[in-house]
DNA sequence: CCTTGTGAAAAACTTCACAGCC
DNA sequence: GGCTGTGAAGTTTTTCACAAGG
């Protein structure tokens, strides 16, 4: 959350920026912010703010994003393909190296510059430097495929099928279920 | 969250669900689900559980979600496209009976069955019975947009887009940020 | 002035424990 | 036996307030 904002403001040359200006741009409170970056270790100058560039540094380490993590993604259908081609992964440093679907149609043909394999042929993505990946499957098929991808040695799991899945606990899911986040929108309405 | 996990018992033509399997299923405790449930009302019944199709109605009460919502989007992109077709919307009531895009090329071609319209056309939203709009848009045209969206009418905006908007407090965002999801995951990895 | 960093207060949320009912 | 509903306890998160520094 706070990579994306200060990404932004960097990209447009700016320096410093100061807790106050987060607060207002994330729609939170400054001391708030304040407190999250102590967490990270001090390293605000007063009467100034925080310096971008070290605060994207120390963000990145310590969500591990240090360098490029590579990702596969599962299912090529329409979601699957918007996600492939999906600029925004970029900033966070991921990169879609491969991409498996079950649809004989679909395998062999190229997403980007991507080649569609087999999810027959998933095999060990830990090996391939593979930790983890985007399941982006019908519900039906989620809990399954996501059997397949511990087994292949994946750590975390990006599901975007409307369901839950269950994995052994070494292994994180993070869930967006797309309808779900519209469907709360009417109650505030 | 629940009513999802509910809706895909009752096609499982369950009758009636307990606490403790819901808690199971979600990953939750089931004081919890029991807290939640007794501020609808309390309608469950002691030693058996809560009745679904009860629980399903009351849930959509809540939400706000009886009958059809109709909803516009804006985007036709590869993302809008995947948005337009997503079976997932009908189980909360939701149709997207519009899509608008700035693109000459995209603009009178079809996505399913719903006409492309230039963003020009936006018009009045809430005239049309549409409270409720879809930002599939690039990041730098997000606030743009979501402005256009306000003056026509709309109470509620999902953004699509990695960033925040800033819109007047009567109208309600939720943003979902693909990238910044699976962002995190490195992390507990 | 402007900021950060942080302890203390307040609020929100979660969990536990158990009475009451089927 | 099983399950709900809820007050009380515990925990986490958020907010405030302010000392201290450029």
Redesign the pocket.
Same mark, same amino acid.
């Given at each position: 959350m706070y990579l994306r904002a200060i990404s932004f403001l960097r990209r447009q040359g700016q320096d410093y $920026?100061?807790? =106050?200006?987060l607060a207002d741009q994330l729609h939170?409170? +400054?001391?708030?912010? =304040?407190?999250d970056? +102590?967490y990270f270790g001090?390293?605000? $100058?007063?009467?100034?703010?925080?310096r971008v560039d070290t605060l994207i540094g120390r963000i990145r380490e310590i969500l591990k994003l240090s360098g490029t993590q590579k990702a596969a993604l599962i299912g090529a259908g329409r979601l699957g393909k918007a996600l492939a081609l999906y600029p925004g992964f970029g900033l966070y440093g991921f990169e879609i190296v491969e991409i498996f679907d079950v649809s004989p149609k679909k395998i062999g043909k190229k997403i980007g510059n991507t080649k569609i394999q087999s999810i027959k042929h998933l095999g060990n993505l830990e090996k391939r430097g593979i930790r983890l990946a985007i399941l982006a499957v019908p519900a039906e098929a989620a809990q399954e495929t996501a059997e397949r991808l511990v087994e292949g040695g994946v750590r975390g799991i990006l599901n975007m099928a409307p369901c839950y899945i269950t994995v052994p606990k070494r292994v994180r899911v993070q869930t967006i279920d797309i309808a779900m986040e519209l469907g709360i929108l009417p109650y505030y309405v």
């Open positions: $920026v100061s807790s =106050r200006d939170l409170k +400054s001391p708030q912010i =304040r407190k970056f +102590s001090a390293f605000g $100058v007063k009467g100034i703010g925080y």
